[in-house]
């Protein structure tokens, strides 16, 4: 059959329709009220099944083996667009799992389609017994009419809630760039700014990078998109099958990808970068090196996903719970909420060793 030209705008207007932009701020024109929707099953019940695996991706080893490292676990979500419920429903499984998970990272997109349609998740979100950490994506960056903005809107909308974070931010004014230290795990994270400062910012990765080296701690980096076009992948189910290259241009190549890959071949240790931006799951290699771990997004307009995105179902959420041991290289994933592709494939669990480039389980 001969494939039919698609008219953008009306895609667009039904993946707004079974969103919930009709009924919900921040999308509805001024003076209109929320519209009351009915009480769903919670993200914990929903996700009951997943338990084991959360629990047991935060721990090591045996206590015999010695190792000395304590395993790093945390959520990671991308591009929630402002949609606050959906916060709210991964700050709940923070707050329940908060004796294992140590903070979450979010990894841009906080406002919807941009600055205009904004939502102050932290204030107005139920509280979070942990940090939730946040990063510059590019509709964080530009006004109503599409226009990329001076820094300052963006650094009051994504970092004014920063108190317990314990980070340390990139000198400057209004930093967006930080490092945060794990040293119990010999985990270093670099989280950045792809859209301001970038000159400055590549200078101070590169001597923060450095010292990570002689230090020999283990570096994961994130952003909002991945360092480059992901040119191999190791075959898992966190790859996504889909051809998005017919329909959208993944090559960019973003300044800090080269930079890290002179970080690995100069003897670093680089666990991946973890990113969104592409609103669907990519796991695999830059073509200079650079493992990415692209998330699908968290909120539930739809359009650039594997599948409708049905409140009150599991693919009603969608986050990685991630964590890393540094005493064996070993990077774990697990799914909560929308775990199936198109292609009806699982994407449950993932082990994998980052030094040795080895899947050791996948479901």
Known sequence: MKKQPVDVKSVVAYYDSISIKPYRRPFLPEGIPETPLPPIESILSLNRDMDPYVRRAASGRTKLFGDPC???????????????????????????????????????????????????????????????????????????????????????????????????????????????????SNLRLFVLDLY?????????????????????????????????EIVDSPGVTFQNVTDFRAIADYSEVTPFDGIIADFIRAGGV???????????????????GVLNVAVACATDWAGWSEGEKVRGTRSFDCFNVTAVDTNVSLLKLVRIGD??????????????DYRAKKVLYNA
Request: hydrophobic share 35%.
């Open 70 to 184: 304590e395993v790093l676990s945390f959520i990671h979500l991308s591009d929630v667009h402002g949609v606050l419920e959906l916060w709210d429903r991964m700050t709940e499984f923070l707050n329940h799992y908060a004796d294992i998970l140590s903070f979450a990272l979010h990894t841009g997109d906080y406002c919807s389609g941009s600055q205009a349609e904004f939502i102050d998740c932290y204030a107005e979100g139920i509280p979070a017994r942990r940090p939730i950490l946040n990063c510059v994506g590019n509709h964080d960056t530009v006004d109503g009419n599409g226009k990329k903005t001076e820094k300052k809107p963006v650094h009051d909308k994504l970092f004014s809630h920063t108190g317990d974070w314990g980070v340390t931010f990139m000198p400057g004014p209004l930093p967006t760039a930080y490092r945060k230290d794990f040293p119990a």
């Open 270 to 288: 680089h666990v991946a970068n973890l990113a969104g931006h592409y609103h669907s799951d990519w796991f695999g290699y830059t073509k200079s």
């Open 196 to 228: 301001y400062d970038q000159e400055a910012e590549a200078a101070w990765l590169r001597d923060e990078l450095e010292q990570a080296r002689r230090d020999g701690v283990h570096v994961l980096t994130a952003m909002h998109q991945p360092t480059a």
């Open 339 to 352: 775990q199936v592709d198109s292609s009806l494939r699982e994407k449950r669990v993932l082990s994998y």
